[in-house]
């Protein structure tokens, strides 16, 4: 079985059809035009916006937006660019982009981690203490979840659950798992709180004004090299698609996609940074093979690009948390019973980044066809 990625037809059909009778210079500017608009008219709703929390958080999704798919074109198309120009702008809408992000990411996973609390203790849905015997059967069940699920930082054993004053692990998780709410609330509000603070400082710079001018440049004139406005955009633009692409092949070839295909492999389980880093960097080439399909045939979306990217931003999502309960385990002084709760959360969170590489694979490996007895 040879893996395969989704928009091998770039080139196709459809994509010639768009980029008939067109210059690359016509196409390039003519899709930079329009995401330099619409970032201009999500910045403007965000300074209307005023004290409308909720208005300016969708007004700075859709300026990252669209910085996001200016800096992606400058990039894959940057032979067709005047490539000074455009280098120094991607640096700048990174700059931008990041800044406008942590904010986002913050509240997105404080409400990541307090839903898993929620649904690790069953709160809400927990029936009353049963007797004795009941107690001593969900006692073997927690042993079994306290050596072979709370393998993250922090995570005490079963015995340690029994010095919190609770020699059953569930009812140690239940115990940690209010102050462990606790002491993630604090955290993550406090980050995001600072986020809030960096990102409104970002939007009063001028360094944001000189990038916001840039922008605005763009929106009525693309700086393009001058071959653009020669070259048939049939000729110029799909080999350079094709080189994202082949990119984000090369890319998915080094990840253990032969392991990651099979569901509950344990391979993601272990926290380390160094096995995350392959995966987040396909995230960001999935993403540049997605917006080089929208510049060359935008009326033919790639629909399993974006299912992989919705997978990989999962698992990005989950590596976060995961390293944030982590961070919150090795807080001085904490409850056995915290500490062991954040272990549990710290788990479930890598459990889900191993389903999340698993739903990649699913989507990016060929299907083989189901035998018939």
Known sequence: MTPHGPGDDDGGPETGAVLAGRTAEEVLAGYLHQQSADFLRSLRLHRESGS????????????RRAARRISATLHTFRPLTDEVWADQLRAELGWLSGSLAREQACASRRE??????????????????????GRAERGKRGDR???????????????AAAAAGDPDPDGALSAGAARAGALLDRQLTLARTRAHSAALQALGSSRFHAVADSVAVLASEAPLAGTAGELPAAEALPPLAEQAHRQLTEAVAALPLSR??????????AADQRQD???????????L???AREVIAPEYADFRLAEAGRALAWHRDAAEAA???AAAARTPRIAPATAYALGVLHADQRHEVEAARFAFGRVWLPRTPERRG
């Not at 409308?52 to 300026?63: H, P, S, T, V, Y």
């Open 52 to 63: 409308d929390a909720e208005g300016a958080g969708e007004a700075a999704r859709q300026l």
């Open 112 to 133: 990541r981690l307090m839903t898993a609390l929620q649904r690790l203790t069953g709160r809400g849905e927990r029936p009353e203490r049963p007797d004795r015997q």
């Open 145 to 159: 979840t306290a050596t072979g699920t709370a393998t993250g930082p922090g995570a005490p054993s079963s015995a």
């Open 260 to 269: 990651a295909g099979y569901p509950y492999n344990a391979a993601a389980l």
């Open 277 to 287: 880093s392959p995966w987040h960097q396909v995230r960001l080439l999935v993403r």
């Open 289 to 291: 093979s997605r917006y």
């Open 323 to 325: 390293a944030a309960a």
